[in-house]
Structures are given as structure tokens and as C-alpha cells.
């Protein structure tokens, strides 16, 4: 409380002295006292002397003025944050590092006179302090380094001043921000921060989101002028020697590289050609600076509507012409003259007859010629190519080499005085000889009037000789005339060659011009500097005032005026009427003016009247002027010759006349142009104008500086200005050396500090409300953070924290504090943190110590019980005293164990009981929910069917109107399609027609063949009946012989008795004989019958191939019965045919075996399918069964997921199996389903063969019917088995092809039954788990069983309907039988007659085997013709597309042009389209035609390329001809019939190589297409996924709590609270996904998969590298925790698409070592080499980036020391890498495309209609 009052007072007496000292704005009352004070306390108002001006700013700000603020509020802030308590650290002044820092030792207390200090290297100090004026505080460290100076808590110069030290000199970044500001240090040393990965990288980036650099600045330029089409300017200023052209130079750079132009041209490198030429002749080595641009530059760069450079345009200022006639020591003249001396010696330089630099006075006069790592004679040959690019010829070329030696040898002229008053220039001069001969002079004209002058008054015209120092003055001032002429005639060139003929659009300009300079003796030079930079320094207040008030109007920040140093009363001093200027300009136009009379009157006016004019005390030539800067002694020598800049109009008049054309030029009169100002501002070159003669209307040097000045205003006021502050860090030009003391005065002279000032009067601190939250998240309650608005939550924390609501304001986005108030959060925040730590160390400690003391104590009970049981033991040990322990142990063991006993009993009983009630309890309670659930899922199911039926008529409707709209268009389409088919049929009719007219004349000449058959036939039957008449007629005659004979008989009686006996045995024998034959040819029919009815099996499978033979035979049957009729009586031909039949016999015993086994066979497989399928459900139930044992419901439902559990229905137990194995069941279901189209095919061709059959049995048995009718006689039937028997070879045949695929099918049906066992196994194991899967598997298998069976029993049905028909041809063949019997009746009635006919016999025995003859050959075309019938059953492809060579464009248009991937990808196989080409490519080289080949080759080329070309950017396109180029390129090559590609083939695959042609020119072809489509595929993916990478791997932040915010400047972008369209790892996840299913979608080879992925990880990893290197607040421990989890996240992602070995991951370990080396530990020398043995895949010069670039987040993390940075520094020494910065992100890994063989068969590729490719035929 006492502490409180305390601050309470001291800030009532701090606004009491406040309130002493204020004034009211705009009151006009200099600062009074407080000025002194701010002297003596060297702090950034110590400069600021000047009136004040009115301006925005805060409406909360005091009424004070700007000192006095200042003082006030830095009081105000120390009271309130710290009160300068004990360990505060303040910065002191110091006379050689103008700020050092100190620790507050003892409490600072109101009142106290010494503030007790310790400074840093522990000396103590008592330092003497003014109340109210106390030492500026400290910065804390975590605020040290900041990008920008504007984050700073508090804005002073030595905050200021120290943030840039540890920035240049330990971090070395030269580039910072303040404000609107780029601060650049000069490094005096190159630094690999400027090449074209850089430029890419800041292209396109927010400028607060990138570390400071030129190129930031130059793509905010660039970015505005594209964006609000409003010109811009970049200004550059700085002293000699800060770097400003180099800057300006990688400014210009920029904008060439970012706005490469269309046209050939080169537009961009002619505007950075022209640097080389204008520094050469326009900069020149000074003490300062080797390459001092001693004029100023503006640089116009137009650009087109598309922001495109088109054109340049350039203005120059006040060139030092001084310089060319004299140079200080250690200076030298423009650099081209010493390029020009340099290349003297060489033969087109010859004539100019120059020599060495030291030969010349001009050259030689600073006494260094040579710079030191400068090659002037290689810097010349640079300029004549500069030259030469600008597309100056050579002519020019030596022309102004000319006048640059002539005025060489101008400054060699020796003038020789004459006396006193006169000076002569020798005849022989050499030099002036060489001068006028180069420029075509006369030599004796020069010599006269470099030594004399002309007078004109009114009466006459004098010639006054001159004295040597007039000659030589007036010899200097024609070199300095000439060369000015030279250097505004080459900058007009320029512009000529940067001309462009279009319209300008937009420009940019760049502004390259000298800062505030001053030096120990100030010139007429000086002063126009110094002049321009007040006019530069106001325009840049005005501006920053002007961003102030924009920034708090769009915040909603209430504002009013503050007063702000302005120099408009400077400006007036020199510009004003009757100002210095014009002053001037009234004494030069006196002819007796002198420096000392305008001296004089400038005393006279401003001398105690100006403040701001002074005269020196000890100075009588010299007045001093009060700058912004600072005061600067001007010396009035030389001010009015300077300012004349006169030659003598002689000389002026010689040269006009010079017979050189350029030098003629010159001083040539030309009219004055009109001024440019409007309201369109006009670059011009800022050419002198050389006016007449007349002394009156002469334009003096002053005058033209002021007015091309003010053009440069009116062009900066008209755009958008950018600064660029170049700081020298110092004089001795040592790489990163800070020179406290210089860097101050330019500090102050550039305006920067006015700039911090201006910010630290209003609220420099600004934070949005995110970031504010993430930081001091830490100092909220808990009820604070339990509410959901952000906003409310910083606005209620702040109001809690900081009591006067004067220190912060609240934005829209943004929270605006005033300075000192971060740094008192961030002591609160860190005291916060100190505190938890505390408190977690003493709970850490004393947990330590006590379990330390439990150790202890426990190890000394231990001792003390060993300790006293020894001692008792040594008391009380006897023999009688263990008796007794030990019976006592014993007694206590039993009587434990018993009472153990008992209580075990007692709870088990109890136990028991109560199992039984609660289970009982449980399963009622189950019973009844099941019971509810049941319930309600009769419910349930009622109310979904009613929705769903609801839901499906809806759905029916509408795709009832689809359908409807769809069929009309497809019938119309079918119309169309109709009609061109009808035209197609009409053509085809008129071909039938022809062909129905060739068949009518082979009908009739079958006819006429019948017909002649029919005649044959009925000459045979005429035959017949003559030849039976014959037999009677023989038969009567032998009727009659025989009566004739028994007449004969009984006369001769008697003589016959003896040859009766012997006749009658021969009878007997004979009798015999025939009876053994009869009973043999018995014993053949009763073995042929059991024989034929196993052959009726054998019949049904040749029926096929005797359906033909029959039809052909029918004909030659009915001859042969005529002819078999005729010949009755040869029995002996019947013996032969009986003889083969009984051979027959044999054989159809053995097939009848076959058959037989066949159907036992048959049966034995039927019983083990039936077998099977008992046994899988036996197995299924037994399962079933086991499974209801063995689940635990509860356990499957807490495994369950809560989608699950929604869905539970009342049968939990049942259902929880069922939802498991539905995921299971699918891929059976899947190998399942494809089984049973296998068997369902194979079941199709068995029922097609038995449908065949069929058919065919019917036809024989109507064949078998007619031939009962025909089959009159026995001879038929011989006829017929004589045919069979030549059938029994094929039916041998046959019968084994059916065997094969009986065991085939035998084998099929093995592996399904085993593959069906295997099955039941893994459905075992899984339904230990999932029950309703075995329910559905068993499903499954019955189903397949069942249509086994089904069509088994088909098969059954057939078969009984083949034997049905078999024992219908077996009764046949009984009635064939009985036919026998008769013949052989008749055999033996016509015995007798067999002698009588043999000779018939031997004739139609030789008719018979003619007939045998023609049915061989019949046989043999009926064996052919069923093979060619077989043969045409089923369509065999060639895998070739026939297309005409008038249908190829239309080809190429629908399947390469016109194709769409999406939605067909999915639907065809990858590469179909490839495909499909390769078949037409195969159907043309089949033709041997090569035009045609060649043809369709070139198109598909040239059509792949097309449809590439006109979907560039289209990613899925690319993807899928990518894809299809490989599968066309692979086909090339599989089919090409080279060895090494057909390895892989199938035999049927290498028939389909190609056969006419070799076609690996186009191999290499395409493979070059496919190359350029994957380049262009990787580009486009970049493009894509770029814009995410930054966001995504380094600013999301992937670990919640670890992340932290520091203070942020001007700089930095605004963020709304919602921040929901960031991008996150998860977007570059997400965009990686949809690349990589793409490519796998349109079937890209999976090696070119993985190429592709390797390629983008290498640019995430890359562009994330590239951006943390330019990013130094991302370079912190908590950063490289973020980066190294999302890396992560991508190997997780790697790892899912089995990815991880495409060395992808690889490409990321640049980025993981980065994120490594941000988390390790940087202190020690054991660090240092972990790093330097860690870090391989870093460069050197990445690994001391990152080590400079590392940022704490907070106080408790340190710094990189130097001396850490030092020793990795002497470790990389030794490596060899890239000396890049930057890795290259265009860096494209080599591509291969694999040769993978298409698994794919040609002939089964199918073409979907959707190809509109109709009009190809497959082959």
C-alpha cells in the first residue's frame, strides 16, 4: 500500500512539473530551458531545435510540447512500470559509444541527486541525475534484435542505437526497419543474399512477413502499383559510401526479374545495362567510397497494363563537374577516364594517343590511379558491351572517346605566363595538337583564347590578355563545360535506347541521391545537397504524418493535431524571395560580384533576424546554416564561379564551329522547352539549357538545380513514396565494424530518429488482439479465460493490468500501446513465469529432500533393528527358550491355518449367494431391455419401411422423368444411328441380292443333279426287277429239271443205292456243319446285344460329328440296299461281314468298361460334394454355437465405436457379429462372386453342349426311324455298321477328350472344395470374433452348392434323356438282329445256288468296292466340313483394330482431343486409350503399309501434344496423357520384338509383336512428349501446393501451448480474431492426398508416383528452408519444435501410402537439421562440433544464418554468443560446399520412366461406347 501511494505521488508531482513546462499547441513558443537539458542529456531531442508544425496524432495525447512530452512521459513510464527499482538497467551517455548500458545497483527514490549504477564490466558508478531528467530505461532482451525499430517498448536513440549494433554487428542482417524506413548498413563485403532464389523468394510475400531487405521494399513497390495502378518512387539517400547505387542497382534488379516482358526486346537488361555506363562515367573514387555516384539519379520505369517492363527513362542532378579538373588526395576522377588509359595500348584506341593515368594532370592529380581489386581495362571492355547492348554502335562508341581523351589532353596544356598580366600557350604543344585534332579545331584559335578575353561593350569590342591563373581557370572551366555536355548527351542516349513506342501504363521510379553531407570544409556542392535533402526530408514528413493518420482512421483510433519538427523555414532561408539562392544569383550577374560581397549581404540580412542563419566567431568567410541534421559551416569560396559555371564565349564560338560533329553539337543553340509541370508528370532529363548570350537571361547552376528539384518534388508528391535509408557503419570500410558515433550522426541526418520520435509520441507498440492473446495468455484468470470473445477477454485482462487507459487504445483489429507498456507486460509476464517457476522448484526440492530423508531414515531403522535383535538375541538365546519359540510357531501356524480356513469358507458361501442373486438380477434386467428394444425396433421397422417406401416413390418418380428424358434422346440418337445404318443395309442388299442369284443357279444345277440321281436310281430298280424275273425264271426251269429228275429218279434207282449211303453222310456232315455255325452266330447276337447297349453311351458323344456323315450317306445307303438286295445269295460275303462285326464286338466291350467307370466315378464325386457340405455345417453351427458361449457383450460393445453403437438394434448379441464380419464378408463375397461366374460360364457351355445334343438325338432318331423303313433287307445294315466301324478311331478320340475334361472338372472341383476348406478355417479364427459372418459365408457356400446341384441335376436330366434314347437305339438293333436270323435263314435256303452265282458274285463284288471307294471320299469331306462347322462356333480376336485411313482424324479427335478423364478413369482399365492406339499401330503394320503407319503415329503425336498444350494448368489432363503416354511407350516396347522387352510376355502376347516395321525412332519421340508433359506436370503441382507451404509447415502451429508471439512493428500485417482461412498441415496433407490419388487414379506407373512425390517434398522442404532463412523471427526453439512435428506429419503421410522408400524423406533432412539446430543446446565447444557433425546436409553458410537469425521467444532462452558463431565458423572452415544461401526451388530431379509389360491380353480389350469409336473393328 505504501509502495502504491508512493507511485501514486510520484506521478502527481511528475504531472505537476509537467504542467510547469507546457504550452498549448501550435502556440509558435520555442521549447525554452528544456533545450539545454536536452543537450547535456544527448537523447533524440537534443536535435530538434526547430519550429513545430501541426499534425495527426492521438486525441489522448497531453497538451505538451514535443520535449517536453518526451521528458514527461519517459518519467511517467519509469514511475509506473518500474519506479527504477533495484536491477533495472538504463543507458547512460558515453563519449566514445555515445550510449553504454547500466544496472540500477540501489533504488531509485523521488528526490535522490545520484542514481547508484553498475555498469557492465562490474564497474560501479554513481551518476549524477536530474529529477526531471532521468536516463533512458533498457529494452528487455527479448525485445533486442527486432526486425523493426517500431516494435522497440521503448523509442530512444540508444534503443535505437543498440538494436542495430546487435543486428549489423552479431546477427549480421544489414537490412531493418523503422517504420516506413528500410535502414540499410553497408557491409563492405559481398553477402549471398541477392541472387535469383531470393528474388523469388520475397515475389508475391507481404512485406512484414519476410525479414527486412531491399527486395521487400521493391515488391511492395511493385505490388502497389499492380495493385492500385498508381505510380510509384523507391528513395534512396545516404552519404558517400553507404551503398546507395548498389542498393538502387538491386532495386532495378528486382523489377527486371520479377517483370520479364513478352517481347524480344529485352527490355530488362538494356534498363540494367545502362547502370555500368552511367557509373562509369558518372562515379569516381573518393575518400569515402571507391564508387561514389557524384550526381543524383532518378530512374522512371515504365511498365504496361500487364506490368511488363516496356521502357526507361532516366534524370540526373547536379554532376560534381568539379571533379574532372581536381580531385583531393586520395581521390580520383570519373572511372572512365582511367578505363580509357587502361586500354591505351590497344590498336582501336591507338589514334586517341593516350597513355598511362599517371601522364595525365587530370588522372593523376589525387595521387591513386589504381583501386585496389580493380581491373579498369576489363571494366572498359564491360562498358563497350553495355554500350553495344543499348545498341550504340561503334562510331558512338569512339566519338565520346574522343572528347574523353581530348579533354585529357586539354588538362596537359601548359600555359606559361608572361608577366604579371599575360600568359601563352606554345606553338608546339603537343597535347592542344592532339586535342584539336580529335576535335576539329584550329589549334592557333585555341592557343589565342585560352589566353585572352573578349570584351563587347557598347562602342567597341577589347581583347584583354589573361594571367596564368585566369588561362588555366578558363582552360578547367571548357574541360568541365565540355564533359558536363558529354554526360547529359550520353544520359539523352540512354533514354533514346530505353524509349518505347507504347503508351505508359505505370511507372516506378528510383531515386539515387546523396544524403545530408557535411565536412570540414563545405562548399558550393554541399550546399545544393543539403538543400535537397530539406526539400526530401519534408516531403518524407508529410508522408509519415500521412500514413499516422491512415493507420488510426481505419482502427477507429480518435486522433487531433501534435506539433512535429518542420523545415519549411530552412527551405525559405535558401529558396525563399531574397533568399540565399537568389541572392546569389543577384551577385553573379554583377561583373564585379564577389564571394565576399554576397557574404556580406547574407550577414546583412539574416544575422540576428534568422535563427536559423549564424556567423562564425572566428570566421569572416563562412556562414552557418541550422539544418533538420544538424549545422553546417559553409565556406563562400567558389560559390559564384561555381554557380556561374561560365566559358567564354571565344571559346563557346570555337568549338560551335568545330568540324567534329558531336562536339559541334555541344554548343549548339537550341529554344528552350517548355516546363513539364502538370497534372501528369512527365520524366525529363535534367539537361542544362544553354541560352543565348546575354548576360541577363544566363540560367545560373542554382537556378537549374532548383527547378529540376522542384520537378522531382511534383513527381515524388505524385506517387507513392518508398525509403531507403543507407547507413555507412564506418569510415574504415571493415566488413560489420559499428562505429557508434558515425552511425548516430547519420542516424540523425536521415531522418530516422525523427521517425522513431514521431512514434514514440503516439502508441509505436501495436499487437493485434491474436497475438496479444497468445502472448499474455499467461497473466489471465480463469474466469477471463472461460470466456468464448477474445476481444472482450484482452480488453477486461488490460483493463486489470494497466489502471490509466491513457497507455492503450483499442482498435478494430489491433491494440495501441504507448511506449514502455509492453516492455511493463512483458516484466509482468516474465515475473509470472519466474513465479510458477519457483513454486515448481520448491515442490521439485522438497520432494527431493524428503524422499532423501525417508532414505535415510529407513536405513537407519534398518540398522537400529539389526542392531537391537543382535543384542537380544546374544540375551535371550537358550536351548530351552527356542524350544519354546518354536513350539509356539507351530501352534500358531494351525491355529492361523484354521481360522484362515473358516473365514475363507464363510466368504466364499456369501460369495456365492450373492453371484447368484446379482446375475440373476442382471439377466433379468437384460431380458427386460431386450424385451424394450425389441419392441422398439417393431416400432423402428415400421416407421423406416413407411419412410423408406415414402422415399423410394419419390426417388422412382424422378427417375422414372430421367429415364423418360434419357430414352428420348436415345431413341432419337437410335433413329439417327438408324438411318445411317439403313443406307449401310441398302448397300448390303443389293451384295445379298447378287449372292441370292449365284445360289439360285447352284440350286438348280443341284437339281439337275438330283434329277439325273433320280434317273440313275430308277434304271437300278428296272435292273432289279429284270434280274428277279431272271431268278424265277431259273428257278422254274430248275423246278421242272428237278421233276424231271424224280421221274429219272426211280428208273435209276438202283443205280443210285450204292451212292446214297455216301451221299447221305456227306449230308450228315454238312448238316453238322451248318448246325455248329447257326449255334456260333447265336452265341455273337446274345454278346453283340449286351455289347451295343453300353456303345449307345459312345453314340450320344459322337452324334456331333455323324450328324453331317448321315445326311451325306443317306443317299449312298438307298444305293447300296439295292445293290446289297442283288446280292442275297453270297453267303460268303456275309461270313466277312459277321467277321467284322464280331471284331467291333471286342472293341465296344472296352468302351462299355470305360463308361462304367465313368459313371461310378461321377457318383463318388457327387457323394463327396454332398459330404462336404454336411460337414461345413456341422462345422458352421458347432462355431455358432461356441461363439454365443464364449462372446462378453459388454467387452464387444466398449470396443465398438459410438457410429456403431447408434445403430445397435434389440438382437445385440447377434448384431455385434454381424457388423463385424460384414467388413470381412465383402472380400469373400468378392472371390466368391468371381468363382461362380467361373462356374457359371462353364455351366452355360455344358448346357449349351447339352441343348446340342439334344437336338441332335431327335434328329437321329428320325434318322433311325426312316432307315427302320428302309431297312428292308440285311445288306442296309451291313452297310451301315461297315460305316460305323470306319466312326470307331474318332469315337476313341472323342471319348478321350471327354475323359480330360471329366478330370478337369474333377479337378476344378478339388480345388474348389479345398479352397472351400481353407476358407472355413480363416472363417473359424474370425468368428471368434464375429459371429454373423460364418451365418453369411454359410449362406454364401449354399447357394453355391445349391446351383452345383441345380445344375447337376440338369446334367442328370440330360443324361437320362441320352439313355433313353440309347435303349430306344438298342430295341433298333433287336429288330436289326431279328433281320439276321432271316438272312441267315436265307443263307442256308440258297446254299445250294452258291456255285451257280460266284461268277455274279466276282462282278458286283468289284461294284462294291467303287461304292466303298466314294464313301471313303464322302467321309473324308464330311470330316471336313464339321471341322470348319466346329471351328466358326466361337469368335477368336486377333487383338487388332481395323480402321480407314479417312477415319484416323476422327480417331485422333474423340479419343485423344475430345476425351474427358474424369468419370472415365474409373470405369476402364489404365491406359485403355494407349491401348486401343497400339491395336490400330498393330493393324497397320499387319497391312505392311508404312504411309499409313507413319501417318497414325505423327497424328497421335501431334494430338497428345495438343491436348497438353491447351490444358496446361489443368492438372488431371496432365496426369492422365502422362499416364497414357507411359502405357503407349510401354506397348511400343513389349510388342517391338526385341528380347529384352518380351521377357515378361505370355507366349500368346509375343504372337501379337510387330512384324513390318521398327518404330523406335518413335519410341524415342514419345518418350521425349512424356518427359515434357511430366516437367509441366511437376510445375503445375508446384504451383498448386507453393502458397501452402509457408503457411502450412512454418507459421501453423501444430503443438497447441508452445507457441509464442513477440512484439511486432510497422511493419507487420494486421489479423482479424477468426483467422479461420489460414492454411495448416493439414492443407499441404490434404493437397498432397488429392495429387497422389489423382496420379493413381488415371493408373500412372508407381516409380513415376514416387518420382513425383520426391520432387514435391523436395520443394516443401525447400520453400520452407528458403523462408525460415529470411524469416529471423521463426528462428527460435519453439519454431523448430513446430517444424520438426509437422515434418513428421508428412512421413506419417508417407508411411500411409507405403511410400517411405522413394527417398522422399530424404529431401526433408535439410529442413529436419534446420529444426534440430534451432531446439540444441548453442553454448559450449562440445555444441559445436554436435552441430558440425549433425548439420550435413547444410551449408556452411546456412548453418551461420540460422546461428545469427536465432531469436528468443522469451528472457529465459539466450542468445547465439559470436564467440559460439565464431568457433562452428572455424569448424565449417574445412568443408567444400555451395556457397548459396538459398536452395534452388526450380531444382528438378532427373526422371525415369520405367518399362513395366501391360498384363493386359490385346484380344480382350473391350471399347466403351462412351469413345464414340463405332466405326473400329476388332479383328
Known sequence: MAEKLQKQSVMRRGR??????????????????????????????????????????????????????????????????????????????????????????????????????????????????????????????????????????????????????????????????????????????????????????????????????IFAVAEEAYKQMARNNKNQSIIVSGESGAGKTVSARYAMRYFATVSKSGSNAHVEDKVLASNPITEAVGNAKTTRNDNSSRFGKYTEISFDERNQITG?????????????????????????????????????????????????????????????????????????????????????????????????????????????????????????????????????????????????????????????????????????????????????????????????????????????????????????????????????????????????????????????????????????????????????????????????????????????????????????????????????????????????????????????????????????????????????????????????FRSTVGSKFRSSLYLLMETLNATTPHYVRCIKPNDE???????????????????????????????????????????????????????????????????????????????????????????????????????????????????????????????????????????????????????????????????????????????????????AYTRGFLARRRYQKMLKEHKAMILQKYARAWLARRRFQNIRRFVLNIQLTYRVQRLQKKLEDQNKENHGLVEKLTSLAALRAGDVEKIQKLESELDRAAAHRQNYEEKGMRYRASVEEKLAKLQKHNSELEIQKEQIQLKLQEKTEELKEKMDNLTKQLFDDVQKEEQQRVFLEKSFELKTQDYEKQIRSLKEEIKALKDEQMQLQRQLEEERVTSDGLKGEVARLSKQAKTTSEFEKEIELLQTQKIDVEKHVQSQKREMREKMSEITRQLLESYDIEDVRSRLSLEDLEHLNEDGEL??????????????????????????????????????????????????????????????EVTRLTSENMMIPDFKQQISELEKQKRDLEIRLNEQTETMKGKLEELSNQLNHNQEEEGTQRKTVEAQNEIHTKEKEKLMDKIQEIQ??????????????????????????????????????????????????????????????????????????????????????????????????????????????????????RYADSLNDADMLKSLMNST????????????????????????????????????????????????QNKNCLNNFDLSEYRQILSDVAIRIYHQFIIVMENNIQPIIVPGMLEYESLQGISGLKPTGFRKRSSSIDDTDAYTVASVLQQLSYFYSTMCQNGLDPEIVRQAVKQLFFLIGAVTLNSLFLRKDMCSCRKGMQIRCNISYLEEWLKDKNLQNNLAKETLEPLSQAAWLLQVKKTTDSDAKEIYERCTSLSAVQIIKILNSY??????????????????????ASREDSSHLMLDTKYLFQVTFPFTPSPHALEMIQIPSSFKLGFLNRL
Request: hydrophobic share 35%; net charge negative; glycine share 4%.
Open 16 to 213: 505537476e512539473d509537467l504542467g510547469r513546462h507546457g504550452r498549448r499547441l501550435g502556440s509558435g513558443e520555442e521549447p525554452g530551458g528544456m533545450a539545454e537539458v536536452e543537450d547535456e542529456r544527448g537523447s533524440v531531442g537534443s536535435q530538434l531545435q526547430g519550429p513545430k508544425q501541426l499534425t495527426a496524432l492521438p486525441a489522448e495525447t497531453p497538451d505538451l510540447s514535443s520535449n517536453d512530452w518526451y521528458f514527461a512521459f519517459n518519467l511517467l513510464k519509469l514511475n509506473l512500470s518500474y519506479s527504477l527499482g533495484q536491477y533495472n538497467r538504463v543507458w547512460i551517455p558515453d563519449s566514445e559509444e555515445v550510449w553504454k548500458s547500466a544496472e540500477i545497483a540501489k533504488d531509485y527514490r523521488v528526490g535522490n541527486k545520484v542514481l547508484q549504477l553498475l555498469l557492465e564490466d562490474g564497474t560501479e558508478l554513481d551518476y549524477s541525475v536530474d529529477p526531471e531528467c532521468l536516463p533512458p530505461l533498457r529494452n528487455p532482451d527479448i525485445l533486442v534484435g527486432e526486425n523493426d525499430l517500431t516494435a522497440l517498448s521503448y523509442l530512444h536513440e540508444p534503443a535505437v542505437l543498440h538494436n542495430l549494433r546487435i543486428r549489423f554487428a552479431e546477427s549480421k542482417l544489414i537490412y531493418t526497419y523503422s517504420g516506413i524506413i528500410l535502414v540499410a548498413m553497408n557491409p563492405y563485403k559481398q553477402l549471398p543474399i541477392y541472387g535469383d532464389p531470393i528474388i523469388h523468394a520475397y515475389s508475391g510475400q507481404n512485406m512484414g512477413d519476410m525479414d527486412p531487405h
Open 733 to 915: 570500410k571493415l566488413p560489420f565494424e559499428f562505429d557508434s558515433k558515425r552511425i548516430v550522426q547519420q542516424l540523425r541526418a536521415c531522418g530516422v530518429l525523427e521517425t522513431i520520435r514521431i512514434s514514440a509520441q503516439s502508441y509505436p507498440s501495436r499487437w493485434t488482439y491474436i497475438e496479444f492473446y497468445s502472448r499474455y495468455g499467461i497473466l489471465m484468470t480463469k474466469q477471463e479465460l472461460s470466456f468464448s470473445d477474445k476481444k472482450e477477454v484482452c480488453k477486461v485482462v488490460l483493463h486489470r493490468l494497466i489502471q490509466d487507459s491513457n497507455q492503450y487504445q483499442f482498435g478494430k483489429t489491433k491494440i495501441f500501446f504507448r511506449a514502455g507498456q509492453v516492455a511493463y507486460l512483458e516484466k509482468l509476464r516474465l515475473d509470472k513465469l519466474r513465479q510458477g517457476c519457483i513454486v515448481i522448484q520448491k515442490h521439485v526440492r522438497g520432494w527431493l529432500q524428503r524422499k532423501k530423508f525417508l532414505r535415510e531414515r529407513r536405513a537407519a531403522l534398518i540398522i537400529q533393528q539389526y542392531f537391537r535383535g543382535q543384542q537380544t538375541v546374544r540375551k535371550a538365546v537358550t536351548a530351552t527358550a527356542l524350544k519354546e519359540v518354536w513350539a509356539a510357531i507351530v501352534i500358531q501356524k494351525y491355529c492361523r491355518a484354521y481360522l484362515v480356513r473358516n473365514l475363507y469358507q464363510l466368504i466364499r458361501v456369501a460369495t456365492i449367494t450373492i453371484q
Open 1364 to 1481: 433313353e434314347a440309347s435303349e430306344h437305339l438298342r430295341k433298333q438293333f433287336e429288330t436289326e438282329n431279328e433281320v439276321k436270323s432271316s438272312f441267315q435263314q436265307e443263307a442256308s435256303r440258297l446254299t445250294m445256288e452258291k456255285r451257280d452265282l460266284e461268277e455274279e458274285l466276282d462282278m458286283k463284288e468289284r461294284v462294291i468296292k467303287k461304292l466303298q471307294d466314294q464313301v471313303k471320299t464322302l467321309t473324308k469331306t464330311i470330316e471336313k466340313a464339321n471341322d470348319v462347322h466346329l471351328s466358326s462356333g466361337p469368335k477368336e480376336y486377333l487383338g487388332m483394330l481395323e480402321y480407314k485411313i479417312e477415319d484416323e482424324a476422327k480417331l485422333i479427335q474423340n479419343l485423344i482431343l475430345d476425351l474427358k478423364p474424369r468419370g472415365v478413369v474409373v470405369n476402364m482399365i489404365p491406359g485403355l486409350p494407349a491401348h486401343i492406339l497400339f491395336m490400330c499401330v
Open 1501 to 1548: 503425336i501431334s494430338g497428345i501434344k495438343q491436348v497438353v498444350k491447351e490444358h496446361l494448368e489443368d492438372f488431371e489432363m496432365l496426369s492422365f496423357w502422362l499416364s497414357n503416354t507411359c502405357h503407349f511407350l510401354n506397348c511400343l516396347k513389349q510388342y517391338s520384338g526385341e528380347e529384352e522387352f518380351m521377357k515378361h510376355n505370355s507366349p500368346h
Open 1215 to 1276: 448384431w455385434f457379429a454381424y457388423e463385424g464380419l460384414k467388413k470381412a464378408t465383402r472380400v469373400l463375397e468378392n472371390h466368391f462372386q468371381s468363382q461362380k461366374d467361373c462356374y457359371e460360364k462353364e455351366i452355360e457351355a455344358l448346357n449349351f453342349k447339352v441343348v446340342h445334343l439334344s437336338q441332335e438325338i431327335n434328329h437321329l432318331q428320325k434318322l433311325f426311324r426312316e432307315e427302320n423303313d428302309i431297312n428292308e433287307s440285311i445288306r442296309h
Open 312 to 696: 526507361a527513362n532516366m534524370r540526373t542532378y547536379l554532376l560534381e563537374k568539379s571533379r574532372v579538373v581536381f580531385q583531393s588526395e586520395n581521390e580520383r576522377n570519373y572511372h572512365i577516364f582511367y578505363q580509357l588509359c587502361a586500354s591505351a595500348q590497344q590498336s582501336e584506341f591507338k589514334h586517341l594517343k593516350l597513355g598511362s593515368a599517371e601522364e595525365f594532370n587530370y588522372t593523376r592529380m589525387g595521387g591513386s590511379t589504381v583501386l585496389e581489386g580493380v581491373n579498369d581495362r576489363a571494366d572498359m571492355i564491360e562498358t563497350q558491351k553495355t554500350f553495344t547492348l543499348l545498341g550504340f554502335k561503334e562510331d558512338f562508341q569512339m566519338d565520346v572517346f574522343k572528347v574523353l581523351a581530348a579533354i585529357l589532353h586539354l588538362g596537359n596544356v601548359q600555359i606559361a605566363a608572361v608577366g604579371n598580366e599575360r600568359s601563352v600557350i606554345s606553338e608546339d604543344d603537343g597535347h592542344l595538337e592532339v586535342f584539336c585534332e580529335l576535335l576539329g579545331l584550329e589549334s592557333g584559335r585555341v592557343a589565342q583564347w585560352l589566353c585572352n578575353r573578349k570584351i563587347v561593350t557598347t562602342s567597341e569590342t577589347v581583347v584583354k590578355p589573361m594571367t596564368r591563373p585566369q588561362a588555366v581557370n578558363a582552360r578547367d572551366a571548357l574541360a568541365k563545360k565540355i564533359y558536363a555536355h558529354l554526360f547529359d548527351f550520353i544520359v539523352e542516349r540512354i533514354n533514346q535506347a530505353l524509349q518505347f513506342s507504347g503508351k505508359q501504363h505505370t511507372f516506378i521510379g528510383v531515386l539515387d541521391i546523396y544524403g545530408f553531407e557535411t565536412f570540414d570544409v563545405n562548399s558550393f556542392e554541399q550546399f545544393c545537397i543539403n538543400y535537397a535533402n530539406e526539400k526530401l526530408q519534408q516531403q518524407f514528413n508529410l508522408h509519415v504524418f500521412k500514413l499516422e493518420q491512415e493507420e488510426y482512421m481505419k482502427e477507429d483510433i480518435p486522433w487531433t493535431l501534435i506539433d512535429f519538427y518542420d523545415n519549411q523555414p530552412v527551405i525559405d532561408l535558401i529558396e525563399a524571395k531574397m533568399g540565399i539562392l537568389e541572392l546569389l544569383d543577384e551577385e553573379c550577374l554583377l561583373p564585379h560580384g564577389t564571394d565576399e560581397n554576397w557574404l556580406q549581404k547574407l550577414y546583412n540580412n539574416f544575422v540576428n533576424k534568422n535563427s536559423l542563419f549564424e556567423k562564425p566567431r572566428m570566421s569572416n568567410t563562412s556562414f552557418i546554416i541550422q539544418h533538420f541534421a544538424d549545422k553546417v559551416e559553409y565556406k563562400c569560396e567558389g560559390f559564384l564561379e561555381k554557380n556561374r559555371d561560365t566559358v567564354y564565349d571565344t571559346l563557346v564560338e570555337i568549338l560551335r564551329a568545330s568540324k567534329f560533329h558531336l562536339c559541334a553539337s555541344f554548343f549548339q543553340e537550341n529554344p528552350v522547352p517548355s516546363s513539364p509541370f502538370g497534372s501528369a508528370i512527365t520524366v525529363k532529363s535534367a539537361k542544362p539549357v544553354i541560352k543565348p548570350n546575354n548576360k541577363h
Open 1751 to 1772: 531469436t528468443p521467444i522469451d528472457d529465459f532462452e539466450k542468445r547465439v554468443t559470436p564467440s559460439f558463431v565464431r568457433k562452428v565458423q572455424a569448424l565449417l
